[in-house]
């Protein structure tokens, strides 16, 4: 059984930074590409970054580029994201996900994990 764990969500204020983090159990972690994405109530899932197996290529979102950067440690399963600047207009859910063969800002990985809150408020 496959369990993804979100961590690092957090209150801030306008401009400040947080370091989310997503550890993978239960499958072969390099062999999976990841992503992170994000929902807000009432609005879609969307698609904020994501960094393919071997860490060799990674997208961003355009409304994160330049704020954001997606990282994974292999050796330790755990993917990362760090933001900084951070807006209030990237309050939302944050959601981890894997997948061996799909990949990309379209959410049509396999596995997810249940998120963590990110609020960005004065």
């Known amino acids: 059984q496959v369990q993804i764990t979100e961590s690092g969500g957090n209150l801030v204020q306008p401009g400040e930074s947080l370091r989310l983090s997503c550890t993978i159990s239960e499958l072969t972690f390099d062999n999976y590409s990841l992503g992170w994405f994000r929902q807000a109530p009432g609005k879609e899932r969307e698609g904020v970054s994501c960094?393919?197996?071997?860490?060799?290529?990674?997208y961003y979102a355009d409304s994160v580029q330049g704020r954001f950067t997606i990282s994974r440690d292999n050796a330790k399963n755990t993917l990362y994201l760090q933001m900084n600047s951070l807006k209030p207009e990237d309050t939302a859910m944050y959601h981890c996900a894997a997948d061996r063969v799909n990949w990309g800002l379209l959410p049509r990985y396999k596995y997810w994990g249940q998120g963590t809150q990110v609020t960005v408020s004065s």
């Open positions: 960094i393919s197996w071997s860490a060799g290529v990674t």
